[in-house]
């Protein structure tokens, strides 16, 4: 169990290719977004939203301040702001 305010200042890696990537650091929750809460990540493009879904999760590790999650091709570009 995890609180998901802890989640802000992790960082988000996406694990689902064959080599690890970062997408970011955790800034907010936004939870009006529907039935999954949205994280919005600061990255090296900027803004990005990714929806906090179980069925994405792989690990999260507080100590560490990392979130692995497993996200379908092409999410982070298409979440991207002014994308």
């Known amino acids: ?17 064959a080599e690890a990537v970062t997408v970011g650091e955790i800034e907010n929750v936004d ?8 994280l919005v990540v600061r990255g090296a493009r900027g803004e990005v939203l990714i929806p906090f879904a179980k069925s994405y999760l792989r690990r999260i590790d507080l100590e560490g301040k990392r979130v692995d999650m497993a996200l379908p091709e092409g ?3 298409l979440n991207a702001a002014g994308a």
């Open 1 to 17: 169990e995890t609180y998901i305010g802890d989640l802000i200042g992790c960082v988000l890696v996406d694990v689902a290719g």
């Open 31 to 38: 939870r009006s977004g529907g039935a999954a809460p949205l």
């Open 75 to 77: 999410l982070v570009d």
